[in-house]
C-alpha cells in the first residue's frame, strides 16, 4: 500500500493512516508574490493584500509546516499595498509563532523589498536585484500638448488643492513640494522598517538609503541579504532531500478558472472593450517602466 498511493492520495489520508504508513515528510508552503504592486489592469491582476491575503492564511494555517517560504519577484509599486502585505506576514508569524524565509528572483526592490523585509531570512539569487529603499512618483504633463490641439481644459472642484497635480494643467511648485513631503514622510517609514527588520546586519553604505540598488551579490556584503542561493536547495539543506516545497494558490471560481477572469470581469469587458484596453496599455506600460528601472 505505501508504494502504490499517489502523492495528493497519501496527503489526504495522512491524518488517519497507521503511523508506519504515515508520510512524515517535512512540509515547507510557498507562497509566491509576484509582479508591480498594486498596478494591474483588466486582463492582469495587481500584486496586492487582496490577491494575496488567502495564499498566506493558506500557508501559515499549514498543520506540521517547518516554516514558510515567501518568492519574490517584484520592482516595486504602491507603498500602501506593500506595508500592507508586510504587516500581514508579520501578524501570521507572530500569530502561528514560524519563521518566515524570502527568495528573491529577479527583483526585490522598492516595494518587492519592503516585503522581503517581514521575513526572518532574505536569500537572493547573485544576479538579483534588492534595495531601491526610497520613494518615486511619476507621471505626465500634457497642459502644452492640450494648448498646441487647441483643447479647453475645463474642471472644476470645491476645494483648492482638490485638482493638485492635475496633468492637464501647469505644474505648480507648491503642489510639487506637497507631494514631496508626503513621500519624506513614506520614505522615513521605510527606513525605520528596515532598520528595525534588519537591525546591525545592515552595513553603513552611504548610499543604503538613497533609493540605490544592488546585485544580490553586493546586497549580502551591506547586509540588505543573508545569503546567497535559491529555495530548493536551501529547503533541502534545512531540511533533507525529501521536503516538501507544496505551492500555496489563491482560491477561484470554475468560471475564472476556464475564462481567466471573473463574471463581472467579462461584463465589463463586453461594454466597453476599448476603454478597457486603453486601460490595460497604459498600466502596461507603467508596469514596464517599474521593471526598466533595474534594467528588466
Known amino acids: 500500500m505505501n508504494a502504490t498511493l499517489s502523492t495528493s492520495l497519501r496527503r489526504a489520508l495522512n491524518p488517519i ?5 504515515k508520510d512524515e515528510r517535512p512540509v ?3 507562497v509566491r508574490l509576484a ?7 483588466p486582463l492582469r491582476p495587481a500584486l496586492t493584500l487582496a490577491s494575496v491575503a488567502g495564499p498566506l492564511e493558506k500557508a501559515f ?7 514558510i517560504a515567501l518568492v519574490i519577484n517584484s520592482p516595486g509599486g504602491s507603498a500602501a499595498q506593500a506595508h500592507l502585505i508586510y504587516q500581514r506576514i508579520r501578524q501570521l508569524a507572530k500569530q502561528h509563532d514560524i519563521g518566515v524565509a524570502a527568495f528573491v528572483e529577479d527583483a526585490a526592490a522598492s516595494g518587492g523589498y519592503m516585503i522581503a523585509c517581514a521575513a526572518d531570512e532574505i536569500v537572493a539569487d547573485p544576479a538579483s536585484i534588492v534595495g531601491s ?7 505626465f504633463g500634457f497642459d502644452r500638448a492640450i494648448e498646441r490641439l487647441s483643447i479647453d481644459r475645463r474642471l472644476y472642484t470645491s476645494g483648492e488643492n482638490k485638482a493638485i497635480l492635475d496633468p492637464f494643467s501647469p505644474e505648480k511648485a507648491e503642489d510639487v513640494e506637497r507631494l514631496k513631503e508626503i513621500q519624506r514622510e513614506v520614505h522615513e517609514l521605510f527606513i525605520a522598517l528596515v532598520k528595525e527588520r534588519r537591525g546591525k546586519a545592515l552595513g553603513d553604505d552611504p548610499d543604503l538609503f538613497t533609493g540605490a540598488f544592488w546585485t544580490g551579490q553586493s546586497g549580502l556584503g551591506l547586509g540588505l541579504v543573508d545569503r546567497l542561493g535559491d529555495i530548493r536547495s536551501t529547503m533541502r539543506e534545512r531540511w533533507g532531500d ?4 507544496r505551492l500555496m494558490t489563491p482560491k477561484t471560481s470554475l468560471l475564472k478558472r476556464l475564462t481567466g477572469r471573473g463574471a463581472s470581469d467579462g461584463v465589463g469587458v463586453s461594454l466597453s472593450a476599448a476603454s478597457g484596453l486603453a486601460e490595460e496599455a497604459l498600466d502596461a506600460l507603467e508596469r514596464r517602466a517599474l521593471w526598466a528601472r533595474f534594467g528588466l
Open 35 to 41: 509582479g508591480a504592486i498594486g498596478v494591474g489592469g
Open 242 to 245: 525529501k521536503v516538501e516545497l
Open 133 to 139: 529603499i526610497g520613494v518615486v512618483s511619476s507621471g
Open 61 to 67: 494555517a499549514t498543520k506540521g509546516a517547518k516554516e
Open 17 to 21: 493512516l497507521p503511523a508506519r504508513l
Open 28 to 30: 515547507v508552503p510557498v
